[in-house]
């Protein structure tokens, strides 16, 4: 068993390369065994989002705070708020953000395969 204690979180800022927005990510673990899971806490100001990406062992995320939406690839915008849980399956290419007038924060949880940056940025017109 490992304990990871909160106080040892830092948040940084997720840069430009992979989120359109300013969004501050803090590793609550990191897989360090085939099997393993990786865990962050990712928190979107009003109007952030990820670029399109999939995860390899899928992902599972959390809303802990705030509103946000997300969408799968050629699927419908849905709705996020705190309490909601989603699982993405393995390889399929989604985004997530938080919506124009609120921040979203949500714990992510991937296998060790992690996320494949393998889309561009989100649209405006995806955005909504």
């Known amino acids: 068993m490992k304990v990871h204690r909160g106080a040892d979180h830092v948040a940084t800022p997720a840069g430009e390369e992979h989120f359109t927005g300013r969004v501050w990510i803090s590793a609550n673990f990191e897989a360090d065994a085939p099997g ?3 865990s962050h ?7 952030a989002r990820t670029h399109w990406h999939s995860h390899p062992d899928g992902q599972t995320l ?6 946000g939406r997300t969408q799968v690839e050629r699927g419908e915008l849905t709705t996020l708020r705190a309490g909601d849980a989603l699982f993405v399956p393995s390889g399929e290419r989604h985004w997530h953000g938080a919506d124009p007038d609120a921040f979203m924060t949500h714990v992510s949880v991937t296998g060790e395969g992690g996320t494949a940056w393998d889309g561009p940025p989100v649209t405006d017109v995806e955005y909504g």
């Open 36 to 38: 393993g899971m990786n």
């Open 62 to 67: 959390i809303v802990i705070e705030g509103r």
């Open 41 to 47: 806490d990712v928190r979107f100001e009003p109007g």
